[in-house]
């Protein structure tokens, strides 16, 4: 019955894939690659172990099986906790003791000490029965299950927002079939083991359908995607009203500003037509719906007047893109009523007209320092300051064109940070963050002005270089190089100074010899695919090195 196990390894396997390259990968996303990685290690085990007849062989896939399992374990607790916003928890001593105690069985699988977890029958561990560390193992499988349903639970009775409720109750969902499939695979396969024959891939079984639902949530509902796109702890901060949709036109977000004024909830399907305003202003309001249903990757705004609420109001529709796909879109609402009445009140008061201008004056700076910043944080990463991914290849792509035009030389520096999961594993991640923002500021200073830095992923790092002969560009690369590598990072909670080295692939772009028929997208995904091939040669050649190549 090997085949069971192997065919539902191969099935994890392939959902790990189709969420791998079916989704625009966020920090969440990561986390549960990570996590549905640990999940196919199970059944990848059950299917090994039955397929030698070496007993040390058999051990030693038992024993890797179980310590995966107490990984498993740990990261329900951890996903359940990150993803219901309760890292706090994290902090608490109390959670000190599931570490030792995971920690202690952890060494127990491994040591097995007088074969008090695992002992073999019949010469080998296909067929196995259990010692006491065992059970001590399923009494912290149990106690982690019902903590997890305890913050689960405590989510969903809380004032959180439909869409963490949502997300948790795909967690409780995987949870509770994982559980179920567990237990009775402890129950009829070691409690009645000698009434009963095996039954094979119980527990493989239970990770396959606890999988599912998560793969279905992740794809059909989005839930990790619109969490980094607009989080309604920011939004509430807003004084314009805002609403944000999801593909399906369905309201997840509503701001405190909007809701009292209009008659939406969370969940609720949101018609535009709803909206239509009093004649006056219903042509304008026309159009933009006509632009809104017709052109939904173009932002549109109008400005109509409601009987209702007898107020002005700006409308501004903007779409949520995530590489190049709309996920939703986001409808913001200003009142604008209060410029009407001053503009009214013209010839009249001319003294309050300048104190009312004072007024207006200061809310558009407010509306417009709000919009640069929203812009700001579009185009740049949260932690570095430096540019995102997204707004270097909009930039290079207008870029190409005018370099092959003009003929003019530039390079393309893609950069690594040597054995960063070194310095997260010693120093944890906040000094890792650390370690990136000063190695960022060292770079910055060694670059000109027109030269660009973003960030392109984990500690990845593009330089552009324009106007630079292969020359200038190699001198540079080992000047930044050299300046990384001389950098000093301190940290408070460290007793010594923290240094990185850096691995670089240096493209540079002479020869404009050759006509480019491509489409600027297809050239710029050609140059960074030729870099980060630079790159992987400068990483295998022993890292701290810089590997060239001239076009």
């Known amino acids: 019955m090997t085949w069971i196990d192997l065919s539902l390894f191969f099935v994890l396997f392939v959902l790990f894939i189709y969420i791998f390259i079916s989704v625009s990968i966020t920090n969440l996303h990561k986390v549960y690659l990570t996590f549905h990685f640990t999940m196919m290690l199970w059944p990848f085990c059950q299917f090994a172990l039955k397929t030698t007849a070496d007993p040390d062989v058999q051990l030693f896939y038992v024993k890797l099986a179980f310590i995966d399992s107490i990984l498993l374990t740990i990261g329900w607790l951890l996903f359940t906790i990150f993803l219901t916003g309760k ?7 109390k959670t000190l003791i599931l570490y030792i105690v995971a920690a ?8 097995n000490p007088k074969q008090s977890f695992v002992l073999p029958m ?51 969902k995987g949870v509770l079939v994982l559980t179920v499939f567990v237990l009775l695979d402890v129950f009829l396969n ?35 995607d619109l969490v980094t796109i607009a989080h309604q702890d920011i939004i509430d901060t807003l004084t314009l009203g805002i609403l944000v949709l999801d593909d399906n036109e369905t309201v997840v977000e509503i701001n405190r500003s909007l809701s009292p004024k209009i008659n939406l909830q969370i969940g609720d399907r949101f018609d535009l037509s709803t909206l239509t305003p009093m004649e006056e202003t219903a042509n304008a309001f026309r159009l933009f719906q006509h632009t809104y249903l ?30 190049e796909i709309m996920v939703g879109r986001i409808l913001t609402f200003q009142d604008r009523s209060e410029l009407h009445r001053l503009m009214a009140e013209t010839n009249q008061q001319n003294e309050v007209l300048q104190e009312r201008n004072l007024a207006l004056i200061e809310i558009q700076n407010e509306l417009s320092q709000t919009n640069l910043k929203l812009k700001q944080m579009a185009i740049t990463d949260s932690l570095t300051g430096c540019y995102n991914r997204h707004y270097l290849t909009q930039h290079l792509e207008h870029e190409i064109i005018e370099n092959m035009i003009l003929k003019q030389p530039f390079a393309i520096i893609l950069l690594d940070i040597d054995f960063f999961k070194t310095v997260n594993d010693n120093y944890g991640h906040l000094v890792g963050d650390v370690v990136i923002c000063r190695t960022v500021e060292v770079i910055k200073q060694s670059l000109r002005e027109t030269d660009i830095l973003a960030r392109y992923g984990g500690e990845e790092f593009i330089v552009y270089l324009p106007n630079t002969s292969h020359t200038q560009a190699n001198r540079w690369a080992e000047h930044i190089k050299f300046m990384i590598e ?66």
Not at 87 to 93: E, F, G, I, N, T
Not at 140 to 160: G, M, P, V
């Open 87 to 93: 890292s706090h928890l994290l902090r608490k001593k």
């Open 486 to 551: 001389a950098n000093k990072v301190h940290v408070d909670e460290v007793a010594h100074s923290v240094s990185v080295t850096v691995s670089m692939g240096l493209l540079s772009i002479n020869n404009f010899a050759e006509q480019y028929t491509e489409s600027p997208t297809n050239q710029l995904n050609d140059l960074f695919e030729s870099v980060d091939k630079a790159l992987y040669q400068a990483k295998n050649a022993g890292r701290n090195q810089i590997v060239e190549i001239i076009r």
């Open 190 to 224: 070691v409690v009645l083991f000698k009434s009963q024959p095996v039954i094979p891939g119980m527990t493989s079984l239970g990770i396959l359908i606890s999988a599912i639902f998560f793969v279905i949530a992740i794809h059909r509902d989005k839930i990790f």
């Open 294 to 323: 017709i052109q939904p990757m173009e932002r549109t705004e109008v400005e109509v007047f409601y009987t209702t609420l007898s107020a002005y109001i700006n409308i501004t529709a903007a779409p949520i893109v995530v590489g």
């Open 104 to 111: 202690f069985i952890l060494i127990g699988v491994i040591v």
């Open 122 to 172: 019949h010469g080998g561990y296909v067929e196995r029965s259990y010692g006491p560390l065992f059970w001590l193992f399923i009494l912290f499988l149990i106690t982690t299950i019902i903590i997890s349903l305890y913050i689960i639970y405590s989510a969903l009775i809380s004032n959180a927002t439909q869409r963490i409720k949502k997300q948790v109750t795909h967690v409780l």
